[in-house]
T-cell receptor, first 113, second 110 residues
Framework: AQSVTQLDSHVSVSEGTPVLLRCNYS??????LFWYVQHPNKGLQLLLK??????LVKGINGFEAEFKKSETSFHLTKPSAHMSDAAEYFC???????????FGSGTKLNVKP | DVKVTQSSRYLVKRTGEKVFLECVQD?????MFWYRQDPGLGLRLIYF???????EKGDIPEGYSVSREKKERFSLILESASTNQTSMYLC?????????FGPGTRLTVT
């Protein structure tokens, strides 16, 4: 079975400071993992994806995530937060056939000036 | 660019009405999905379809049905809307390694 746990429902950082959004997963298969972002009143946009290639994945807008199999984690990081990063972020796992995607409950990122 | 469109951005319906939510994708994807999004619960899968006329129940199919008569179109049907179906509904289509989402339909049932 697949599942995703996002460890923080809300994260607040100051502009210019690092961002860390935590995600742990469980999967019976070799997983593919994703991070999506949703800005207020917008649809979901793919930030980055891990598909069994390099374990450090770079995405759009300066975000990156590292797949750590031993820790079953896929945390999202960014060195320096920008006001435009304020949004809700979802960690997602899928099994190999991509017929089902399992979403975490989301982390709302607040960026303070 | 892949485009997934949903028929309505906002919808208000009365309890007991039959409601149709339409989704169209333009990239010839075989897989299409309907989710509902509620605060604190993330996205929950209602139904997905892996081919025309083929469907599979997701995690919360009760009170919903779906129709896929053409590859590009996937419809979600609320047979008799209830107030607990007030939510944001998101449609998606996918190819391997990526899902593409529509903008969502915010449905209010009064």
């Amino acid at each position: 079975a697949q599942s995703v746990t996002q460890l923080d429902s809300h994260v607040s950082v100051s502009e210019g400071t690092p961002v860390l959004l935590r995600c742990n997963y469980s999967s019976s298969y070799s997983p593919s993992l994703f991070w999506y972002v949703q800005h207020p009143n917008k649809g979901l946009q793919l930030l980055l994806k891990y598909t069994s290639a390099a374990t450090l994945v770079k995405g759009i807008n300066g975000f990156e995530a590292e797949f750590k199999k031993s820790e079953t984690s896929f945390h999202l990081t960014k060195p320096s937060a920008h006001m435009s990063d304020a949004a809700e972020y979802f960690c997602v796992v899928t099994r190999g056939d991509f017929n089902k995607f399992y979403f975490g409950s989301g982390t709302k990122l607040n960026v303070k000036p | 660019d892949v485009k997934v469109t949903q028929s309505s951005r906002y919808l208000v319906k009365r309890t007991g009405e039959k409601v149709f939510l339409e989704c169209v994708q333009d990239m010839d994807h075989e897989n299409m999905f309907w989710y509902r999004q509620d605060p604190g619960l993330g996205l929950r899968l209602i139904y997905f379809s892996y081919d025309v006329k083929m469907k599979e129940k997701g995690d919360i199919p009760e009170g919903y049905s779906v129709s896929r008569e053409k590859k590009e179109r996937f419809s979600l049907i609320l047979e008799s809307a209830s107030t607990n179906q007030t939510s944001m509904y998101l449609c998606a289509s996918s190819r391997p390694y990526e899902q593409y989402f529509g903008p969502g339909t915010r449905l209010t049932v009064t």
